[in-house]
C-alpha cells in the first residue's frame, strides 16, 4: 500500500534544501573558508558588480586593472560600522562567558542596508498607478523601503523550546518601532520557516546573517499587513503571498531592489544557504554580500 501511495513531491525549494543537507552531512562541512566562500558567492550571484576582488576580501589596491582592487564604496563604509558595534559590544560584556577568542557566533556581527519596492498588483493586473500604503486607491500599490545602514546581531530566538519560536525576535522588532508593528508572530514563524539554513554540525539558526534576512523579510511582511488592513480590495492577494512565502510576483506581489549585507566573518555554509533561500523568494532583490576573516582581522578577540 505504501508504494502504491508514494508521498507527494517536495516543493522544489524544499527539494534543494534537503539534497544539500545530506552532502554536508556527508560531507561534514560547515564553512568554506575566506577563500571559497568568495568563489561560492560570486557563483551563486551575490557579488557587487563593482567588485573586482577574486579571492582576497582584504585587497587594497586602488589600480582598476588590478584584481586586487578596493572593496565597493559601501563595503568599507560596513566594515567602519561593524568594528564601531565590536568595540561596543566588547566594552559593554559584563563577564566573559564564551570564548575569547575567534569567531563565536553570539559576538559575530552583520550590517546591512537596502533600497526596496514593494509592489502589490490589483487582481485584473493594471499597474498604471502608484500609492502609498495610506491610500485608499484602488490601483496598484507601490512602497519603498529604505536602510541606509544598521547592524544585526545573534539571536537565541530559535534555540529555545519550539512553542517559544518568534517570541523575542517580535518582542524585539515591535520595540524598534515602539510597537508599531502589523506583523504577528505567526508571521514571524512563517518568514523563520521561509529562511531556513542547514543543521552543519550544530544549529546555526541564530546566526546574525539569518537575523539579518529576517529582519529585511518582516519589515516587507510589515508592510504587507499594512496594506491589508488599509486597502480590503488587496486582502486576497497579500493572503496568498503569504501563504505562499514568494515576492516574485507570482502571486500578485513583487519586491525588488538591491540589498547589501556585510559580516565581519566569513560566511557558513549554513548562512549560505539561508542567503540563497532569501534569493529565490526574491527573485528580483539585488544581493550582494561581503565579508573579512576575524582570523586576520582578531576584531572578535576578547
Not at 49 to 59: L, N
Not at 98 to 107: A, K, L, N, T, V
Request: aromatic share 8%.
Amino acid at each position: 500500500a505504501a508504494a502504491a501511495c508514494p508521498p507527494p513531491p517536495l516543493e522544489p525549494l524544499l527539494q534543494a534544501r534537503e539534497d544539500a543537507q545530506r552532502i554536508i552531512e556527508k560531507l561534514q562541512v560547515d564553512f568554506l573558508g575566506p577563500v571559497f566562500t568568495r568563489a561560492a558567492l560570486r557563483d551563486l550571484g551575490f557579488i557587487d558588480p563593482s567588485d573586482r576582488r577574486v579571492m582576497d576580501p582584504f585587497a587594497t589596491s586602488e589600480d582598476p586593472d588590478d584584481e586586487a582592487a578596493p572593496p565597493p564604496a559601501w563595503g568599507a563604509t560596513a566594515r567602519r560600522c561593524v568594528e564601531d558595534a565590536l568595540t561596543k559590544l566588547k566594552a559593554e560584556l559584563p563577564f566573559m562567558w564564551f570564548d575569547r577568542f575567534g569567531p563565536h557566533e553570539r559576538r559575530v556581527q552583520c550590517w546591512i542596508s537596502y533600497d526596496l519596492e514593494v509592489e502589490v498588483q490589483e487582481s485584473n493586473g493594471n499597474s498604471n498607478k502608484t500609492c502609498h500604503p495610506s491610500s485608499s486607491s484602488t490601483s496598484t500599490a507601490r512602497a519603498t523601503l529604505v536602510e541606509p545602514g544598521r547592524i544585526a546581531n545573534f539571536s537565541l530566538d530559535e534555540h529555545r523550546a519550539l512553542n517559544q519560536h518568534g517570541q523575542e525576535t517580535l518582542a524585539r522588532l515591535s520595540a524598534g518601532k515602539r510597537g508599531e508593528v502589523a506583523f504577528t508572530l505567526n508571521d514571524v514563524r512563517k518568514a523563520q520557516q521561509w529562511l531556513r539554513g542547514l543543521f552543519a554540525q550544530h544549529d546555526r539558526a541564530g546566526h546574525c546573517e539569518r537575523q539579518a534576512l529576517l529582519e529585511v523579510t518582516l519589515e516587507v511582511v510589515d508592510t504587507l499587513r499594512q496594506y491589508q488592513r488599509q486597502e480590503p480590495q488587496k486582502a486576497d492577494i497579500v493572503a496568498k503571498t503569504l501563504d505562499q512565502g514568494f515576492f516574485d510576483g507570482s502571486a500578485g506581489v513583487t519586491v525588488r531592489g538591491e540589498l547589501r549585507m556585510f559580516v565581519c566573518h566569513f560566511y557558513c555554509i549554513s548562512c549560505l544557504a539561508a542567503l540563497s533561500n532569501f534569493a529565490r523568494r526574491f527573485p528580483q532583490v539585488r544581493l550582494s554580500a561581503d565579508y573579512d576573516d576575524c582570523w586576520k582581522t582578531r576584531l572578535l578577540d576578547v
